[in-house]
């Protein structure tokens, strides 16, 4: 894939989206960011920017979780002419609680956000790649998709469709010259804690507590996430307690693992 390809990524304004359009600025690539606020667009705008002064950034503004947004964006991107070589589906949020105290609207939104837009825009942009006999796409899954999750138990759900959606679309699409790659993060230091309503702690055992231990850094992230895009991994892992907490639930039984995140997440911040 050549210096001028398009990179498509939503939410990238911020955390590991952020660090992903880092790197792909560095390489030469245009990019299309896609997220809901307006000043983190225009801040990482100016960041690219500065780091490559002929870089070729456009930003949009748009909410991701509304019911047709993944139309609504292919058909502008289309609209204004451009094609898209990679497509990032990074934008995404969790809601930490128990499950019946967690407005419902909120759920519904999450849902629609992590999963419906995301597969959505793998149909649109999939089919123009196939078309066009190449592309990529990175989804971005989670270390929660690797068991049943008390307490962010919707947003792990909408993991697990994320992780094996996207290693049945890479089995697919790879006989057309698509290649499907998904990164499971395990806990990164972004501003998605604090949204999903996790409080940093530092009283031992709360999800705060593990959330600060446990923690990698988005520039991290974002560096296995671009290789393994890059390398043609269908999932890398980043980091070795994530790898080992794969390797974990390959072997013990979701009740189990289920009732170990239970007793890990269950004592609330504070
Ligand atoms: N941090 C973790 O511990 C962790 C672990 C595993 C997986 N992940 C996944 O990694 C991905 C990136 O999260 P992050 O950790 O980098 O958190 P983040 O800093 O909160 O980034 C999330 C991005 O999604 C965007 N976004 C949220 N709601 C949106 C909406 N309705 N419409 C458009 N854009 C929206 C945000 O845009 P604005 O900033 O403009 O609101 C932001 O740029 C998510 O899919 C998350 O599930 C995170």
């Not at 705008?45 to 609504?72: C, F, H, M, N, Y």
């Not at 990164?188 to 031992?204: N, R």
């Not at 307690?241 to 007793?263: D, E, T, Y």
Request: contains cysteine; neutral net charge; proline residues 3%.
């Amino acid at each position: 894939m050549n210096k001028t390809n398009t990179a498509l990524v939503t939410g990238g304004g911020s955390g590991i989206g952020r660090e992903l359009c880092r790197r792909f600025n560095r390489d030469g690539y245009r990019l299309v960011i896609v997220s809901l606020l307006e000043d983190e667009l225009a801040s990482v705008k100016a960041e690219l920017l500065a780091e490559r002064a002929d870089a070729d950034i456009l930003t949009i503004q748009q909410d991701l979780s509304l019911v047709d947004a993944g139309e609504t964006l292919y058909a502008d991107i289309k609209q204004r002419g451009i094609h898209v070589d990679v497509l990032v589906n990074n934008a995404g949020f969790g809601l930490w609680g128990e499950h019946l105290g967690i407005p419902h609207e909120r759920v519904k939104s999450m849902l629609l956000l992590n999963m419906v837009t995301l597969t959505t825009l793998c149909t649109k942009f999939g089919a123009d790649m196939q078309a066009g006999g190449a592309g990529r796409i990175l989804n971005i899954g989670s270390t929660t998709s690797f068991q049943p999750l008390p307490y962010l138990a919707a947003y792990a759900a909408t993991k697990h469709y994320v992780v094996a959606f996207s290693e049945a679309l890479a089995e697919e699409m790879s006989h057309h010259g698509v290649q499907v790659t998904c990164v499971c993060p395990g806990t990164t230091q972004t501003k998605f804690l604090s949204t999903a309503g996790v409080v940093p702690s530092q009283k031992f055992g709360s999800v705060g507590y593990w959330a600060d231990k446990a923690a990698m850094s988005a520039e991290e992230v974002a560096r296995v996430a671009y290789q393994g895009l890059h390398a043609g991994a269908r999932k890398p892992i980043p980091g070795f307690s994530n790898l080992l907490h794969f390797a974990g639930s390959r072997v013990v039984p979701n009740r189990s693992m289920s009732w170990i995140m239970r007793q890990l997440y269950q004592v609330k911040a504070g």
